[in-house]
């Protein structure tokens, strides 16, 4: 069904074009060069509509290039030098131009309007198949519904079948309860029976345990006096063994804090050599201080005397590996908070890179952080106080 359409719709086509070619020798006797100019933007307009832009881009591309010719002949017939020549050649030029225009056009839209045919076509024929589908399912739900009346049927002869062996089993529960209760009073008189004699044997036994218990009170109270006794030693014992532990320990504490002091002053002296760098003592730290200014070009890359601080500075910090080393940027107050805040990431993790790369440090004891201007050191009202301001700290870890 789809290949006979196709042939209907492509021997229709033929016949259009046939018709046109025949209409395009006739129009220079009956068209005037204005009128095939609009017929052929009226033709292009409809085409487009049609949605030949999507579906036959080609022919509409086509038909306003031949308008756009028999336009500019039409513009050009108007000049001074064309009204010299012969103005009849001329006219059926333009005529020529805007009916080849005016035919791709409507070529262009018969063939969306076949596009849109088929695809009708094809939309009407998934409707068909999903009304057919519609109807195999009800058939199959009809089926369902009969077997479902079946079941029922069943079922209720069941149900029925059911109460009846509900009922012979309550006959039977009956006559069980009341065996039960037959028995539980037959039990009941022999447990009575059976308490009595229990109750004249645990009287005996009760002097017997009493005279066990008073003996036994008498050597855990003996036992209890001792165990105190060894309890107050070991505790005497263990007191002075914790007051000398702990003595210990404030004497390892002590030279600890001495052998930490002795090295923290070493790393400072060692710090202090490196070129152009400012270094404290912070809290469980040391900090060297190394100016923007002497570190970075202007777009914030390792300058040459950057490059010669940080070897120093690498060299200082390959003495001491156990030590993990936290680098922090830091800017003025010029710019955004944003802004600020990213210089000093780069510029800190530029530090970093180089520090791993040329100076072999370990990766994983170097981190690097960007505070912005949050934390500033001098005024930033003047230039001296903002270079002040603008650096990267090298914080090396010295607590536990």
């Known amino acids: 069904m789809n290949s006979s359409f196709t042939r209907k719709m492509q021997a229709l086509f033929l016949l259009f074009l046939g018709s046109s070619l025949v209409f395009l020798s006739k129009a220079s006797a009956a068209t005037t060069p204005t009128m095939i100019i609009e017929e052929a933007k009226f033709a292009i307009d409809q085409a487009r509509r049609a949605g030949a832009d999507k579906e036959a881009l080609d022919d509409l591309v086509a038909a306003r290039s031949w308008l ?54 094809k939309d009407s024929r998934r409707e068909l198949s999903d009304y057919q589908n519609a109807v195999e399912v009800m058939k199959k739900k009809l089926a369902e519904v009969e077997k479902a009346r079946e079941i029922q049927a069943k079922a209720e002869e069941e149900r029925k079948a059911l109460e009846e062996v509900r009922r012979k089993a309550a006959e039977l529960e009956e006559q069980k309860k009341r065996e039960l209760l037959e028995a539980q009073r037959r039990a009941a008189e022999l447990e009575a029976l059976k308490q009595k004699e229990i109750q004249a044997s645990r009287l005996e036994e009760s002097a017997r345990l009493a005279q066990k218990e008073r003996e036994l009170a008498e050597a855990k109270l003996k036992a209890e006096q001792m165990a105190a006794q060894q309890a107050r030693e070991a505790a005497e014992l263990k007191a002075k063994e914790e007051r000398l532990t702990i003595e ?7 030279q600890k804090k001495a052998e930490a002091l002795a090295r923290e002053k070493t790393m400072l002296s060692e710090a202090g050599k490196i070129p152009r760098a400012v270094v404290k003592a912070g809290d469980q730290e040391i900090v060297i201080t190394l100016l923007a200014i002497n570190l970075f070009t202007p777009s914030t890359e390792i300058s040459e005397s950057g490059q010669e601080i940080l070897d120093q500075v690498g060299t200082f910090l390959k003495k001491y590996p156990e030590h993990k080393i936290v680098l922090r940027g830091h800017t003025d107050s010029t710019g955004s908070e944003s802004a600020n805040r990213a210089i000093s990431e780069k510029r800190a993790a530029k530090v970093r890179d180089y520090l791993v790369a040329y100076q072999n440090l370990n990766p994983s004891r170097v981190t690097s952080e960007g505070l912005g201007p949050s934390q500033p050191v001098a005024s930033n009202a003047t230039e001296a106080g903002r270079a002040l301001n603008r650096r990267v700290e090298i914080a090396v870890q010295t607590g536990e």
């Open 248 to 254: 210990r320990e404030k004497l390892v504490v002590l």
């Open 68 to 121: 756009s010719q028999a336009e500019k002949e039409y513009e050009a017939k108007k000049g001074f030098l064309a009204r010299l020549t012969s103005s009849e050649a001329k006219d059926r030029e333009i005529i020529y131009l805007g009916t080849m225009a005016k035919l791709k056009a409507q070529t262009a839209e018969a063939k969306a309007k076949k596009v849109s045919v088929l695809t009708s076509l």
